[in-house]
């Protein structure tokens, strides 16, 4: 769906968790916002396609860890579908593997649970435009939570991979990884927002990445950023 036609709509969000407190402190949450509508409520990653396949969200709020099928494989589910809703990762750790994985997977970003609600209700609002929510302090953490036994090999997978790229493409990628803005690139490379956007949807084309997210981490991977 266009960002043009979801402008016009409310947005449609399907919240999965397993703890009841959570479900129903997020419900309340969206139920503040006057442009967001919770469609379905599920306890589990299991009956995520079943609530996706009936109510059309545009963003799912997805737990992590969950007791039969949990968030990561909930989320590559649902990235496999032809025309998926953004998964917005819910966790209470801010460097857990887990949510490395669930973002290379496809989803949009990921939020603490103790996150003030407004900016939860910001970020929902920023997924279902097509916006990444991950800040680069988050990135550089969750990067450096990968085991280091396959660094090298992983390294040199994403530079072959980003050596599809031609120079101005590969600039704005690093810049990305360094997560600014398409604004802060547009300054940085002398180039028009647009310009930056054009750049952004060719870079995730050749990839074959959904999002922002998987190409910081992608830059990441290659080391052409550096942590810390």
């Known amino acids: 769906m266009s960002e043009a036609q979801r402008d016009h709509r409310d ?3 399907v919240i ?17 916002a006057p442009d967001i509508k919770v469609l379905a409520e599920a306890e589990d990653g299991g009956r995520v396609l079943d609530l996706v396949e009936r109510y059309s969200p545009d963003v799912v709020l997805m737990d992590i860890r969950m007791p039969t099928v949990d968030g990561l494989t909930a989320t590559e589910r649902l990235r496999a579908l032809e025309d998926p809703p953004e998964v917005l990762v819910l966790t209470t750790f801010d460097a857990d593997e887990h949510v490395l994985r669930a973002l290379r997977a496809g989803a949009a970003g990921f939020l603490l649970k103790d996150t003030p609600p407004a900016e939860i209700v910001e970020s929902v609002r920023q997924v279902a435009r097509g916006m990444s929510v991950l800040s680069p302090t988050v990135t550089r953490r969750l990067v450096e939570r990968v085991g280091d036994s396959d660094a090298d090999a992983r390294a040199d997978r994403a530079r072959g991979r980003l050596a599809g790229l031609n120079a101005r493409e590969l600039e704005v990628a690093v810049a990305v990884g360094q997560g600014r803005s398409n604004a802060d690139i547009a300054a940085s490379l002398f180039l028009s927002v647009p310009t930056v956007k054009t750049h952004v949807s060719s870079i995730l ?15 990441h991977d290659a080391r052409l950023v550096q942590d810390g």
């Open 11 to 13: 947005i449609g969000v």
């Open 205 to 219: 084309t050749k990839l074959g990445l959904n999002n922002r997210v998987q190409v910081a981490l992608l830059v």
């Open 16 to 32: 999965v968790d397993d703890d009841a407190l959570v479900r129903v402190g997020l419900v309340m949450m969206m139920g503040g």
